[in-house]
């Protein structure tokens, strides 16, 4: 079965840096999202991505966070000057449809220092 | 506001025994629910949802909108159903996005 994969599966960054995160969806997909998970919280919903631009983003999702689906495989979230809150799993997850379920990949855990 | 609550963090029981995670939610309009489930060091995945009424590994969960709930139940829990529980809401609009509670940790003793 078709499976989400995310790279890399641990980022530790020092604080003001860049970082990216990747993630390889489903290819019959077309739907992405982008959600966190901040150690002992819920998960949170960051950006919905669809036809090459966002549909949606939550209000976490300010100017430090940016997606991009560059060459229609790799779809990437960069956080531009990371601060130490950013410090959180991070998971991607596609759809076929906005009414269909959602295939997550492992997430991302990035710990900032 | 669109929001789900699971006020349980932990749940535990012993093997056979029922169990039943609660969900409540708040939404206006026909709300889209789903539990996922995720096992240690393992990826979220669908465990059901509202829609297709089945029952997926012995779970089953109905949507009561009187009660605004959507309680996963199963009557003998196993060892293997040990794991992290989320409720999930398709929030509002048309992007699919997700809402999930805080989630409830399962915890089966044999």
């Known amino acids: 079965e078709p499976e989400v994969t995310q790279t890399p599966s641990h980022q530790v960054t020092q604080m003001g840096q860049e970082v990216i995160l990747r993630c390889v969806p489903i290819?019959?997909?077309?739907?992405f999202y982008w959600y966190r998970q901040i150690l002992g919280q819920k998960v949170e919903f960051l950006v919905s991505?669809?036809?090459?631009?966002?549909?949606?983003k939550s209000e976490i999702f300010d100017d430090q966070f940016s997606v991009e689906r560059p060459d229609g495989s790799n779809f990437t979230l960069k956080i531009r000057s990371t601060k130490l809150e950013d410090s959180a799993m991070y998971f991607c997850?596609?759809?076929?449809?906005?009414?269909?379920?959602?295939?997550f990949g492992d997430g991302t855990r990035l710990s900032i220092l | 506001a669109q929001r789900v609550t699971q006020p349980e963090k932990l749940l535990s029981v012993f093997k056979g025994a029922p169990v039943e995670l609660k969900c409540n939610y708040s939404?206006?309009?026909?709300?889209?629910l789903f539990w996922y489930v995720q096992y240690s060091r393992q990826r979220l995945q669908l465990l059901l949802r509202?829609?297709s009424r089945e029952s997926i590994k012995g779970f089953t969960a109905d949507l009561n909108k009187g009660e605004t709930s959507f309680h996963l139940k199963k009557p003998f829990a196993q060892e293997e159903d040990s794991a992290m529980y989320y409720c999930?809401?398709?929030?509002?609009?048309?992007?699919?996005?997700?809402?999930f509670g805080q989630g409830t940790t399962l915890q089966v003793k044999p």
């Open positions: 997850a596609g759809t076929g449809g906005p009414g269909q379920p959602q295939h």
């Open positions: 290819s019959n997909h077309l739907y």
């Open positions: 991505f669809y036809n090459n631009e966002i549909s949606e």
């Open positions: 939404y206006s309009g026909s709300p889209e």
């Open positions: 509202h829609i």
């Open positions: 999930a809401l398709k929030g509002s609009g048309n992007t699919g996005k997700l809402i």
